[in-house]
């Protein structure tokens, strides 16, 4: 069972996650990692709590979240679940300054309300009258507090959400990447044009100035001039160019002009396809998939 597992070409999602997981900690720093996802679990359960104790914070964030379309709901539950996806394998953002790590606490409460009314919900137990998400939410969250996970008793009862909301990651990047190309958003229909876009704004400011070394600018093909500054490297591959011009390529591409190695995306679907590209490669390399 388990050698056929290791040369199958159709490696479930939570089981590239596992194989990644394995081979990017070592083991004596898988309790750190443990530590580090309960103590985040804990929070956004006081945050939760904090919503559904002051009612004039859970109005706010309810009605920011229905004032959302549709399309900016799919995009924040995106990046709540990315963000577990980062948070679980720290080895894609090894500095934790990941730019979709951290969401600002408005848009924070909304998807913790979000999260929490999707896992609530009930289509069968629902009727015609308006749900009461408040007295359902609170119900919910008690039960889940009494639970094994929310108590906590073993790691495994910490991992396993984050390792669910990981996988669900990747079946929601295509999803979303489906809907769109059927939309016509991704240009050529194609559901592996979506999602595609500059490269984040924070690894742009992020990249270092370097002088010139008389090579030409692989964009504008002009030389960048010995010793003459306005010239920046690309990570991680090093390439030089001209700032201007890559300003200008990396607005609308997140790869490098020279050899297409890829940097952070600020799209959220663009950023996860990348990053399960990198996943199935660490899986890889522990012989976890073919």
């Not at 490297?233 to 700032?243: A, D, E, I, K, S």
């Not at 011009?245 to 297409?260: G, S, V």
């Given at each position: 069972m388990e050698a056929s597992h290791a040369h199958s070409p159709t490696l479930s999602s939570s089981e590239t996650i596992m194989a990644a997981l394995l081979s990017s900690v070592p083991a004596v720093r898988l309790p750190s990692l443990v530590r580090a996802l309960a103590a985040d679990a804990r929070r956004q359960r006081a945050r939760l709590a904090f919503l559904l104790l002051s009612p004039p914070h859970f109005a706010r964030a309810l009605a920011r979240l229905r004032s959302m379309p549709l399309p900016a709901k799919a995009a924040l539950l995106g990046r709540v679940l990315l963000r577990s996806f980062l948070m679980l394998l720290p080895a894609l953002s090894p500095d934790g300054s990941h730019h979709l790590l951290r969401l600002p606490t408005p848009d924070l409460d909304a998807a913790l309300l979000l999260v929490a009314m999707c896992d609530s919900y009930s289509p069968a137990a629902s009727s015609a009258s308006p749900v009461d998400w408040h007295a359902l939410l609170v119900d919910d969250v008690v039960r889940n507090a009494l639970s094994i996970s929310g108590l906590g008793g073993t790691p495994w009862a910490t991992v396993a959400p984050y390792l669910d909301a990981a996988a669900k990651c990747r079946r929601f990047a295509d999803v979303v990447s489906e809907d769109r190309a059927v939309a016509g958003i991704g240009g050529d229909g194609n559901k592996n044009s979506v999602g595609r876009g500059g490269a984040s704004h924070a690894t742009v400011l992020a990249l270092p100035t370097a002088p010139g070394d008389g090579t030409p600018c692989a964009i504008c093909r002009e030389e960048m001039a010995p010793g003459r500054g306005?010239?920046?490297?690309?990570?991680?591959?090093?390439?030089?160019?001209?700032?201007?011009?890559?300003?200008?390529?990396?607005?609308?591409?997140?790869?490098?002009?020279?050899?297409?190695?890829?940097?952070?995306?600020?799209?959220?679907?663009?950023?996860?396809?990348?990053?399960?590209?990198?996943?199935?490669?660490?899986?890889?390399?522990?012989g976890g998939c073919a």
């Open positions: 306005g010239v920046c490297v690309l990570r991680p591959c090093g390439h030089r160019f001209h700032w201007p011009c890559a300003l200008r390529w990396l607005a609308r591409r997140n790869t490098c002009p020279c050899c297409r190695a890829e940097l952070p995306a600020e799209d959220a679907l663009a950023e996860t396809r990348r990053l399960w590209r990198a996943v199935e490669r660490m899986a890889g390399d522990s």
